[in-house]
């Protein structure tokens, strides 16, 4: 059974990473995986068969900064905003180190002078660490539900 603290500190984890991708934050996101971490977006219909093809799939903290360089520094795209909503995360299993943790996720983009849109919906499939500075994914899938998906995805979800 997870302990109040635990689950609280769980919650703050996911709360502050959404947070941080929707004030555009985007160089305190890879501080929130270890430095040999998984961070992939993938399909269902490929999590759901077990296929490796991934729409974006990084493997170290080193791989998100250098997504973080290419969004501020080399992509060139229409400015938007996103506003995550993350449902309550569940715990599957917690072996004292590592916690196996899904939770339910919508994000909506908002382009200037546009209406709000529901840009990704799915859900998280995480293994989140506990360490001395806290709570930190070593693995965040994200599992979109839709196979249709806009032509780019530039910030993270």
Known sequence: MLDFSTYSQLLRLYAD????LDN???DHWPEFFLDECVYKLLP????????????????????LKDRVFGVR???????YYQRHVVGAPRVLADDGERLSVEANYAVFRTKQSKLSEVFNTG????????????MKFASRI???DSEMIPNSIIYPI
């Open 44 to 63: 269902r219909e490929n999590f759901d068969r077990g296929f490796p093809l991934a729409t974006i799939s990084l493997e170290s903290k080193g791989m």
């Open 17 to 20: 990473y959404a947070a941080v």
């Open 24 to 26: 555009g934050e985007w």
């Open 123 to 134: 859900r998280y499939v995480d293994v989140v660490q506990r360490t001395q500075e806290g």
């Open 142 to 144: 994200c599992v979109f």
């Open 73 to 79: 520094e080399t992509l060139f795209h229409d400015p």
